[in-house]
């Protein structure tokens, strides 16, 4: 199917959050059958390859660490009470946390407890991945409840040889060059960081499955940090094919979109995301690439320096609510998720649709009005095809700028610079310039 | 006579009002004996070569239409009454109209008359070049008034086999790279637009031609779009010549300056004008080219992309008098005649004065005081050459800066740059770099 | 040693403000013993070259002037007061007077008088060098109590052949690389202009006297324009040595720091001299280049184009005092002379410094927790080494990137920037590229 780039824009935002809410009670983390699990419902929606990768693998600078998995954690009262309770939420294990039993004085066991003074009815999210360490996360009324002299502490958690999974869905498309999605997956209970992120990159490689593509796309859920270095370390012959690049996180909270920079700050990606986000209507922001984040981090360190950026709403750590357990299913919403996914859209469709054409009849206008091309009036939005956008579509064909420049230049939105192409190639009056044609031009 | 470049400052914004008031009965359109009536007036002023191009003739994309002209047009109320009359204001026919003859019930005769509702007692201009239709405008108060079931339309008009007519005024300079000056001659009884071009780019072909010019120049007075697609189709081999180019219109309303750059954005002919704007002591606005507008739309289409701008005050469709009868003898003042005047004889004198220079004293500062340049004190305004301005001369004249250059660096007058530069050649501390020798710096 | 870079920061102001109290009283000019002993006293501090350079000599476009030297000057009222009296204040006299003993009526000595009606008590400071002339400048209250018929005016005072005076101060680093540092010595008694560049100048010698330095550096300590035009002349061959520049001068008000420009305008001290302006915490002003001011206009005149710009506070001619018996001992003060030697240091420390380095581990980060190189917290204000820092100088250092250019792009403090880029040096994750391995690096 030719790609009309059209989905239930009604449902969408309620098909992300459901997604989101079948995920959030999984405990996962970088290693484990949490992930597993999380792949395999993710392969439930989409054709996606689960990798293993073997602790103690060398990646690069770094070692695949053991498997951690976990089955029950407590902090039990002199009364047989838990008071602390990993059923009730899996983020008050530490993430990571070596396995402990045993009776241990109060004084003591503080040294290993995480609460918010400033949220005193919030439990916060930690690890201690590359620590052999074990702690608790708790909220800070039960912080202050702990009044016993002593108590019993259990994680029944294994840390030992096994596996860290990751899972790619590619799908092929015209050429070799691919646009890479990528996103977290190591999170446990926690929905904007990163159910969000999640639910939106398999959606996205649904409704793309369905399309004849012209880039290549290969979506990648992998743990934050160590798979990100793991895939690289293991795929370095097909980053030369990257051409754009997204991480995707942080997509269902009110705040506005928030577009992060690729390392070299001018890729097509850059344009494109800006581009979009300075259309759509409502306030956003575009930030510099910095070297600290998410797996962006990686792709653009400076032995790879890929162009991929980093879509978000509101950035990591700049919401109260960020690694706690208050990023729960009442944080993020439909309305946002479904936002977050027409802008993924509409980023991909300009990626897909830029081209360079050229103006057959570039001396002078042409007469638009015997073709029935004058004084057309466009649509309301961004869709409808009016006589001035068909005029810097013609003045500007001239092999030197693509439809984004010619979007940018006139400060048109994309979709109504790419549809008067259509309608001036419909004319005769424009020809498409071949890709392999004008490689400088793929912008 | 050595360009001096001075002008009766005092009269020019009179004379120039004269003209108008004497161009502004005539029935102009793209062609027709309006036109030609209209190149005759001019051509007393100027030397002006008339070139007649028939109708029919191949312009690239366009065909050169038939010949229109007409002598008489009305409605006339069952009484006998013209209630619209074309004796009263040639722009009650739309333009081009196919003669008509007829009694025509009101209801159908509504569907070809035109008014401006917001403006009740201004006539609309408007035009049917290409379409082969008749009809009238009106103002709203005449449209109230034809409660009378029936009337009698006459356009006494004939459209046949004729042939566009367009003047050019050349003058010769010292070498053939030329400036090209256009203005439209096609609009009827409009006075801003554009007899206020004509009026100007004659005045100014009449300057100059007393003067010894470094450039060629080429005046065109042509009908719009159609007009400038013949000449350029006609004229193809002369376009390498061209250095720099405006478009003269709109240049008597109380409004402020305003620059429309030529589609490069950078021409020497966009900073002179920029340069000349900002050092008038007035508000202006210097805008990006599009490719709507005027005939720079033709020039820096993608074909050509000559540096051509276009200079006026308020911008078409920018003021409410726009393509109306109340754009008449009452909205154009010789106080902004003048001015706009100003403005380009100043950005002319800038471009055939902008030269690159070699400080013949490059190793530290010549000891002006020795020459009796030190401490020169400059006059009042643009014009005075003081040690400020010297200083700027001599140290920015390294063969990579032209006076303009040096002028935007310093930001100060062009005239000033110029007359330091004179200055210090008369000391023999500059040298001029020949044009031949540093054609990248013709900027 | 090794340059530590630390010197008292306690003292120095009071260090500074001593040395301006005892070069205060001396009568200085452009030639003659007040220069020659304010250069013995720099001689004292320094190991400083002095050139004796004699009158007649060519220089360029000018010629070193015969010698001035002053031993006396009045005004004398017919009852022998002096009411005018050198002894007084050396501003008294126009600096470079021609000798005059004689009687004169009032009238005729009004003519050789000059008072700041503005400020009735300050005495103007002026000069004659190259006029041959005399005069006196009195304060606006002396010029009115001007009440008798005739004055006796005596200028003890010769004007012979004899030589301009300039001290030289060169210290030898790793390579002939030179920073240039200049400073003006002919001014006589006024504090800001010159003695406040002077003790800065001398004062930062000393300090890297003691520090083994990878630039050489040179003090020059020059008569305005015509020093600086005759160091040019006779050292031409030594000008491609020098890499950056800086003109000190006006060092010790209480305004904010200002630095202008080199002509180049992007000359790595002009990025220095900013990046260390803006991370001062105070408010400050970056300036371009103009061709006049100080000894920056000889050394940025178009034959050489130099990269030497200019640190000052309040700029010339820009604070009421300037020129004027009101730059004294009082306008200047410990405090802001401390800051503006800590601004140099800060300058000159960043020039050493500056250097490209290469990731050694390029491909992905490399696991800064197992080198315990992962959440260190930064000490306050700039010197702190924190992760984000490392973060930065690891992503960054590709061989394009200097250290400067780090932290322009992170927009964290130079000296956070080196010292992170240490301790990545000390983990073995950097190398250092050498110099002349990357040229164009040397930024």
């Known amino acids: 199917m030719e790609a009309n780039w059209t989905y239930p824009q009604q449902s969408i935002g309620e098909d992300l959050y459901r997604f989101i809410s079948e995920l959030y009670p999984i405990c996962r983390s970088i290693t484990g059958e949490g992930a597993r699990e999380t792949l395999r419902l993710i392969g439930k929606r989409i054709p996606l390859e689960i990798h293993e990768v073997p602790s103690g693998a060398q990646v690069f600078d770094w070692v695949v660490p053991k498997e951690w998995n976990i089955k029950d ?20 294990v530490i993430n990571y946390s070596i396995p402990v039993h045993r009776k241990i004085s109060r004084d003591e066991l503080k040294k290993h ?64 060059d691919e646009v890479l999605i990528t996103t977290h997956i190591c999170h446990p209970s926690l929905c904007n960081d990163n159910l969000s992120g999640i639910a939106v990159t398999t959606l996205l490689a649904s409704l793309l499955s369905g399309f004849q593509l012209r880039y290549s796309y290969r979506f990648l859920f ?11 370390c293991r795929n ?3 980053l030369p094919n990257i051409k754009h690049g997204l991480v995707l996180t942080l997509l269902g909270d009110p705040g506005q979109s928030t577009y992060k920079k690729s390392r070299c700050g001018i890729a097509a990606i850059d344009r494109a995301a800006a581009h979009v986000l300075k259309h759509s209507g409502a306030a956003y922001s575009v930030v510099d690439f ?37 990023d729960d299913l009442s944080f993020v919403q439909p309305e946002y998720l479904a936002d977050s996914f027409s802008k993924c859209v509409s980023i991909l469709y300009l990626l897909e649709n830029n081209r360079s054409y050229l103006n057959k009849n570039p ?4 007469q638009l009005g015997k ?13 409808g095809v009016d006589t001035v956008s068909l005029l810097w579509v013609l003045n500007l064909s001239d092999a030197n700028h693509s439809l984004l420049d010619i979007a940018e230049k006139s400060n048109l939105d994309f979709r109504k610079i790419k549809n008067s192409a259509d309608v001036l190639l419909g004319a005769d009056l424009l020809e498409p310039i071949a890709d392999e044609e004008h490689p400088i031009k793929r912008r």
Chains 1, 2, 3 share one sequence.
């Open 73 to 92: 954690a407590y902090i039990k009262s002199p009364q047989g009470e838990r008071v602390v309770d990993f059923r009730n939420s899996n983020l008050h």
């Open 113 to 176: 407890l995480f609460a918010m003074p400033e949220h005193p009815d919030w439990i916060p999210y930690r690890t201690a991945y590359y620590k052999e360490d074990w702690g608790f996360c708790l909220t800070h009324n039960q912080l202050l409840a702990l009044n016993e002299d002593e108590y019993e502490v259990c994680i029944d958690a294994t840390l030992e040889p096994g596996s860290l999974s990751y899972g790619e869905c590619y799908l092929t498309g015209q050429t070799t």
């Open 222 to 232: 992998i743990p934050a940090t160590i798979g990100s270095i793991t895939w690289l």
């Open 236 to 238: 370095e012959s097909k």
């Open 290 to 326: 910095h070297p600290y984040g998410y797996d962006e981090r990686q792709f653009c360190s400076p032995g790879f320096n890929l162009p991929v950026g980093c879509l978000m709403r509101t950035p990591n750590g700049c919401f109260p609510e960020y690694h706690s357990s208050a």
């Open 363 to 366: 001396k002078c206008e042409p």
């Open 371 to 383: 073709r029935g091309l004058y004084q057309m009036i466009g649509g309301a939005g961004d869709g």
